[in-house]
């Protein structure tokens, strides 16, 4: 295909003057990961003689799948060295591991493709095909010829840094910040720890925290060894507690109790509370945010409230009132305050169907039962006075049951 | 690329010093832990037990009675070494070998050893459905129903077992194993001579001896099985907090082997070999112990051969599998489905009827494509294992995991040893 240059069936090929007379072989194509969406090629490594001499892009005059013509027959003939946040496309990027982030999968590159740009050659895509991995074990006239497989537009890759870099050069990918938490969970999981740790660290902190709670334990478990304690004590304080706790409970004593240490005082005061009760029981993995109201709030005063607890949006789906020594009175729904007039109290409100409630130390299968019973989307969790302490919501049950998932022989399906 | 200083220790042994109902407790928490990531190293080790293992073993015993025992206990430390050294690779760096080799050392080095590796595993996956005809065909039943049975249980076993279904039959095929210790004993052998054979290493300065030497080093450490285990290892999601754990697998999965190997080796020597019977093949060995060591013991082997023939039948496609798709970068998992991954399926099922179809098809030279099988894994072994080597010492794929320059010795020692092996039988080829 005209235009497109093969990094591939570049490597290996003629490096000449204009005049045609052969200055070297070319081995590398060096980029850096900038700002924009597709990267421009800074330079070439070119073998000359025993040497790998660096050629700087403006001395290149074309390249086509032929090989590369220069426009200079000057060359610096010091051995090239990698610059920090340089980028080797055959050594760093070529069958390596790339995150395609429209389709939310890790594939493997089998060639990258260069195209002309005014003055500049940029990266404009990545190859996964077979055949093009195929093709690149045959001669070299089928190695150079660039026929696209399965291409991929380059600014829909999230590419890593270049090894030994100690600083992430390239901006975290936009379109990897919308993906949901669930299939971020799954990226991450499908990596190797270094390629891992690199794209949870170019997330923004409260999507890195919503994409641990979508984790498997083991893997959760994983990525807090592997970042600094403090660092891993800031994303644990921005998880839900009942998902913080369970990956606390996973750890070593000593561990537990350096990351509490790291962690602002009250969420580790919470944790350390959740941590008290056993793990199968319904303490143990209920949810504390509540949003509690006294029997004479008015609606508003309550919405209010509720605005205040945004980022704990997913964990609340009704208001719990209480009478004046803190006991359960009601779970008011979130669609009968939305539609209640402002200025009514909560009073008003009340009345039955009366929630389902489990005691603190109920079992996992009590509260299943309660709540497939029941019908709802939560259950409230009380403790011996009948006083609100907590909320189990159906999908943190989900997650418990969803381990019968997989099993595809008949009897394991009942 | 850098791996920050870790506050976590992954590898940090249980807080000292709590009171004994916590410790017990602990205890019972660290065997669930090891229950949970038992498989790779259990299944990967034993399915080295197939039927040209138990033929091995059993030349070697039968030939040269106790006096080479020793040469299975440097084959079962040699594969202590390397399917750990898979396996961790593959829990850190969550790639199996195929794609690793691409990544580290280019495209075309990576399709000769895949390549390499997929012909010599549809040969021995013919060897292991030889296994089953020739084991079924000692209790009575025709090949030409034994073997497509066993063919459709194994894919029916992958098609529709997932993860965990897979695991569960695989690791309870390995209690076949049970009868090989079992016809061991009943053969009555010289403890005493057996233990010396173990301990002290001497070997007939012939072709004969080197050939079953190392052929018994070849048929513990195969390409196959490394292959397996590290792509196991990383569709079962282990993690590196697992591997503590996963060492105890592979540790046990490994010292079983040469465990079974071992009975192998000394019910044949304590019975074939005073009475200098020559055997080819485990089938005949199953047959030659009737008269020696009674009906029973004949049973046994002949059982076991058939169970290990299965296992290693279900583990050859799927090890195959794993390494094409890793290759070429498509999904490889027993719990994806295969539309989701077409070419790990496709795969298993191609080797699967392949390997089949070659025990079955009248005329076929079964022989030669065993010995080119042997001759290809062999070949393949030495840069498997310098490439597992180049990649546990990578700083930018292992990071703190890297194999560091004193643990690295063990490595090339073995890798030393194996290729003086190879070199020594190229030697006496040509002479």
Same mark, same amino acid.
């Not at chain 1, 009250?266 to 303490?283: D, H, I, K, S, V």
């Not at chain 2, 490439?387 to 990071?399: K, P, Q, S, T």
């Given at each position: 295909?005209? @235009?497109? *240059?093969? *990094?591939?069936?570049?490597?290996?090929?003629? *490096?000449? #003057?204009?005049?045609?007379?052969?200055?070297?072989?070319?081995?590398?194509?060096?980029?850096?990961?900038?700002?924009?969406?597709?990267?421009?090629?800074?330079?070439?490594?070119?073998?000359?003689?025993?040497?790998?001499?660096?050629?700087?892009?403006?001395?290149?005059?074309?390249?086509?799948?032929?090989?590369?013509?220069?426009?200079?027959?000057?060359?610096?003939?010091?051995?090239?060295?990698?610059?920090?946040?340089?980028?080797?496309?055959?050594?760093?990027?070529?069958?390596?591991?790339?995150?395609?982030?429209?389709?939310? !999968?890790?594939?493997?590159?089998?060639?990258?493709?260069?195209?002309?740009?005014?003055?500049?050659?940029?990266?404009?895509?990545?190859?996964?095909?077979?055949?093009?991995?195929?093709?690149?074990?045959?001669?070299?006239?089928?190695?150079?010829?660039?026929?696209?497989?399965?291409?991929? $537009?380059?600014?829909? =890759?999230?590419?890593?840094?270049? /090894?030994?870099?100690?600083?992430?050069?390239?901006?975290?990918?936009? !379109?990897?910040?919308? &993906?949901?938490p669930g299939?971020l969970a799954?990226?991450l999981e $499908?990596?190797? !720890?270094?390629?891992r740790r690199?794209l949870l660290t170019?997330l923004?902190p409260e999507t890195a925290a919503d994409v641990l709670e979508e984790m498997a334990t083991g893997e959760l478990i994983e990525v807090l060894?592997d970042a600094?304690?403090?660092e891993a004590?800031a994303l644990l304080a921005r998880m839900e507690?009942?998902e913080a706790?369970d990956a606390l409970?996973?750890?070593?004593? +000593?561990?537990?109790?350096?990351?509490?240490?790291?962690?602002?005082? /009250?969420? +580790?005061?919470?944790?350390?509370?959740?941590?008290?009760? /056993?793990?199968?029981?319904?303490?143990?993995?209920?949810?504390?945010?509540?949003?509690?109201?006294?029997?004479?709030?008015?609606?508003?005063?309550?919405?209010? !409230?509720?605005?205040?607890?945004?980022?704990?949006?997913?964990?609340?789906?009704?208001?719990?009132?209480?009478? $004046?020594?803190?006991? &359960?009175?009601?779970?008011?729904?979130?669609?009968?305050?939305?539609?209640?007039?402002?200025?009514?109290?909560?009073? #008003?409100? *009340?009345?039955?169907?009366?929630?389902?409630?489990?005691?603190?130390?109920?079992?996992?299968?009590?509260?299943?039962?309660?709540?497939?019973?029941?019908?709802?989307?939560?259950?409230?969790?009380?403790?011996?006075?009948?006083?609100?302490?907590?909320?189990?919501? +159906?999908?943190?049950?989900?997650?418990?049951?969803?381990?019968?998932?997989?099993?595809?022989?008949?009897?394991?399906?009942? | 690329?850098?791996?920050?200083?870790?506050?976590?220790?992954?590898?940090?042994?249980?807080?000292?010093?709590?009171?004994?109902?916590?410790?017990?407790?602990?205890?019972?928490?660290?065997?669930?832990?090891?229950?949970?990531?038992?498989?790779?190293?259990?299944?990967?080790?034993?399915?080295?037990?197939?039927?040209?293992?138990?033929?091995?073993?059993?030349?070697?015993?039968?030939?040269?009675?106790?006096?080479?025992?020793?040469?299975?206990?440097?084959?079962?430390?040699? &594969?202590?070494?390397?399917?750990?050294? @898979?396996?961790?690779?593959?829990?850190?760096?969550?790639?199996?070998?195929?794609?690793?080799?691409?990544?580290?050392?280019?495209?075309?080095?990576?399709?000769?050893?895949?390549?390499?590796?997929?012909?010599?595993?549809?040969?021995?996956?013919?060897?292991?459905?030889?296994?089953?005809?020739?084991?079924?065909?000692?209790? @009575?039943?025709?090949?030409?129903?034994?073997? /497509?049975?066993?063919?459709?249980?194994?894919?029916?076993?992958?098609?529709?077992?997932?993860?965990?279904?897979?695991?569960?039959?695989?690791?309870?095929?390995?209690?076949?194993?049970?009868?090989?210790?079992?016809?061991?004993?009943?053969?009555?052998?010289?403890?005493?001579?057996?233990?010396?054979?173990?301990?002290?290493?001497?070997?007939?300065?012939?072709?004969?001896?080197? =050939?079953?030497?190392?052929?018994?080093?070849?048929?513990?450490?195969?390409?196959?099985?490394?292959?397996?285990?590290?792509?196991?290892?990383?569709?079962?999601?282990?993690?590196?907090?697992?591997?503590?754990?996963?060492?105890?697998?592979?540790?046990?999965?490994? =010292?079983?082997? @040469?465990?079974?190997?071992?009975?192998?080796?000394?019910?044949?020597?304590?019975?074939?070999?005073?009475?200098?019977?020559?055997?080819?093949?485990?089938?005949?060995?199953?047959?030659?112990?009737?008269?020696?060591?009674?009906?029973?013991?004949?049973?046994?082997?002949?059982?076991?051969?058939?169970?290990?023939?299965?296992?290693?039948?279900?583990?050859?496609?799927?090890?195959?599998?794993?390494?094409?798709?890793?290759?070429?970068?498509?999904?490889?998992?027993?719990?994806?489905?295969?539309?989701?991954?077409?070419?790990?399926?496709?795969?298993?099922?191609?080797?699967?009827?392949?390997?089949?179809?070659?025990?079955?098809?009248?005329?076929?030279?079964?022989?030669?494509?065993?010995?080119?099988?042997?001759?290809?894994?062999?070949?393949?072994?030495?840069?498997?294992?310098?490439? &597992?080597?180049?990649?546990?010492?990578?700083?930018?794929?292992?990071?703190?995991?890297?194999?560091?320059?004193?643990?690295?010795?063990?490595?090339?020692?073995?890798?030393?040893?194996?290729?003086?092996?190879?070199?020594?039988?190229?030697?006496?080829?040509?002479?």
């Amino acid at each position: 295909m005209e @235009g497109l *240059v093969s *990094v591939a069936g570049l490597a290996g090929g003629p *490096v000449a #003057t204009i005049g045609g007379s052969e200055v070297g072989r070319l081995v590398d194509v060096v980029v850096r990961w900038g700002s924009g969406l597709y990267p421009a090629a800074t330079g070439l490594v070119v073998r000359v003689g025993v040497r790998r001499a660096f050629v700087h892009a403006g001395q290149i005059a074309q390249m086509t799948s032929g090989g590369v013509e220069l426009n200079s027959v000057r060359l610096d003939l010091r051995d090239f060295v990698r610059r920090p946040g340089e980028v080797l496309l055959n050594r760093d990027v070529l069958d390596h591991q790339l995150v395609d982030v429209d389709g939310a !999968r890790v594939v493997r590159a089998s060639d990258l493709y260069l195209a002309r740009v005014g003055q500049l050659y940029l990266l404009v895509g990545v190859d996964i095909g077979m055949r093009t991995f195929l093709r690149r074990l045959g001669p070299a006239r089928l190695r150079r010829s660039v026929v696209p497989g399965l291409v991929i $537009d380059w600014a829909d =890759v999230a590419p890593f840094t270049a /090894p030994g870099a100690r600083v992430r050069l390239r901006e975290p990918h936009q !379109r990897l910040r919308e &993906l949901h938490p669930g299939e971020l969970a799954d990226l991450l999981e $499908d990596l190797g !720890r270094a390629e891992r740790r690199e794209l949870l660290t170019s997330l923004a902190p409260e999507t890195a925290a919503d994409v641990l709670e979508e984790m498997a334990t083991g893997e959760l478990i994983e990525v807090l060894r592997d970042a600094a304690p403090e660092e891993a004590a800031a994303l644990l304080a921005r998880m839900e507690p009942d998902e913080a706790v369970d990956a606390l409970r996973e750890l070593a004593d +000593a561990d537990r109790r350096a990351l509490l240490a790291a962690m602002p005082a /009250p969420t +580790a005061a919470e944790l350390t509370g959740l941590l008290a009760y /056993p793990e199968r029981e319904a303490g143990g993995f209920m949810t504390p945010h509540l949003v509690v109201a006294q029997l004479s709030d008015a609606v508003g005063a309550v919405l209010g !409230r509720l605005r205040a607890e945004k980022e704990h949006a997913t964990d609340i789906d009704a208001v719990v009132v209480v009478d $004046d020594d803190g006991r &359960l009175v009601d779970d008011v729904p979130l669609f009968d305050l939305l539609v209640a007039d402002t200025a009514d109290r909560m009073e #008003t409100l *009340v009345g039955p169907p009366w929630p389902a409630t489990v005691d603190v130390h109920a079992g996992l299968e009590q509260v299943v039962d309660k709540l497939t019973g029941n019908r709802s989307s939560s259950l409230l969790v009380v403790d011996a006075d009948e006083r609100p302490v907590g909320r189990i919501l +159906a999908d943190d049950i989900l997650d418990v049951l969803a381990t019968a998932r997989g099993r595809r022989w008949p009897w394991q399906q009942r | 690329m850098s791996t920050p200083p870790s506050g976590l220790n992954a590898e940090r042994p249980l807080h000292r010093g709590r009171p004994a109902t916590t410790r017990r407790a602990a205890r019972r928490v660290r065997l669930l832990a090891i229950l949970a990531v038992v498989g790779p190293g259990l299944i990967a080790g034993l399915s080295d037990d197939d039927p040209a293992g138990i033929t091995t073993y059993s030349v070697l015993g039968a030939r040269y009675g106790y006096r080479l025992l020793w040469v299975l206990l440097v084959s079962t430390i040699a &594969l202590i070494l390397f399917q750990d050294l @898979g396996a961790r690779i593959g829990v850190v760096t969550r790639q199996g070998i195929a794609g690793l080799v691409r990544q580290r050392y280019g495209a075309r080095a990576a399709s000769v050893a895949i390549v390499a590796l997929v012909a010599a595993n549809v040969g021995t996956t013919a060897a292991e459905f030889a296994g089953v005809a020739a084991g079924a065909e000692l209790f @009575g039943l025709s090949r030409y129903a034994a073997v /497509p049975a066993a063919a459709l249980l194994v894919s029916a076993l992958v098609l529709r077992g997932g993860f965990r279904g897979v695991q569960r039959v695989l690791l309870a095929l390995s209690a076949v194993f049970v009868a090989y210790i079992a016809a061991g004993i009943l053969a009555h052998p010289d403890w005493l001579a057996a233990t010396r054979g173990l301990a002290v290493p001497s070997i007939p300065m012939t072709r004969e001896a080197i =050939v079953i030497a190392t052929a018994t080093l070849g048929t513990t450490l195969a390409p196959w099985g490394l292959a397996f285990i590290q792509s196991y290892a990383v569709d079962k999601r282990l993690t590196t907090g697992d591997l503590p754990y996963l060492r105890v697998d592979v540790i046990t999965g490994a =010292v079983l082997t @040469g465990v079974i190997g071992f009975f192998v080796v000394v019910a044949c020597a304590a019975t074939l070999h005073p009475h200098g019977v020559r055997i080819t093949d485990a089938a005949q060995a199953a047959q030659a112990l009737e008269p020696l060591a009674g009906s029973l013991a004949r049973d046994l082997f002949a059982g076991g051969l058939v169970g290990a023939a299965l296992l290693a039948a279900s583990i050859l496609p799927l090890s195959t599998s794993y390494a094409v798709a890793d290759l070429t970068g498509r999904p490889a998992a027993l719990d994806d489905t295969p539309r989701e991954a077409p070419l790990f399926y496709a795969t298993f099922a191609g080797v699967t009827v392949v390997g089949a179809t070659l025990v079955l098809i009248p005329g076929v030279p079964l022989v030669g494509v065993l010995v080119l099988t042997q001759v290809l894994n062999a070949v393949l072994l030495l840069p498997l294992l310098a490439f &597992l080597y180049g990649i546990a010492r990578d700083h930018e794929l292992m990071g703190r995991f890297r194999a560091t320059r004193a643990a690295a010795g063990p490595y090339l020692l073995a890798i030393a040893a194996i290729a003086a092996c190879i070199v020594a039988l190229g030697v006496s080829a040509i002479r």
